[in-house]
């Protein structure tokens, strides 16, 4: 019912910024909340942001918190991570996921995008 298509993503510097989208296409995607997860090579995937159906409500994670900041144009069906002050832990495969819970385990998730590459260089 919902598609889910990343962009956004590529190679900076620590301490350079970028902004990861995520466009939606589908019947309800407007009435979903979106999560951003990351997983790097060897890792478990991580929570990273929660975006509520309206907009009006987040969550994020301690990790990312003051750095990283999630908003939604629905009217474009779009979701959007800006970036800032990257760090080289940061870099990992960043995917949004959209469902009906407010919750951030990547299992209650029902529709996935495939992902947009984030490295940043020391």
């Known amino acids: 019912q919902v598609q889910l298509v990343e962009s956004g993503g590529g190679l900076v510097q620590a301490g350079g910024s970028l902004r990861l989208s995520c466009a939606a296409s589908g019947r309800t995607s407007t009435y979903y909340n979106v999560a951003w997860f990351r997983q790097a090579p060897g890792k478990e995937r991580q929570f990273v942001v929660l975006?509520?159906?309206?907009?009006?409500?987040?969550y994020y994670a301690d990790s990312i918190k003051g750095r990283f900041t999630i908003s939604r144009d629905n009217a474009k069906n779009t979701v959007y991570l800006q970036m800032n002050s990257l760090k080289p832990e940061d870099t990992a495969v960043y995917y949004c996921a959209a469902g009906r819970n407010w919750v951030p385990q990547s299992d209650t998730y029902d529709f996935w995008g495939r992902g947009t590459q984030v490295t940043v260089s020391s």
């Open positions: 975006i509520s159906a309206s907009g009006g409500n987040t």
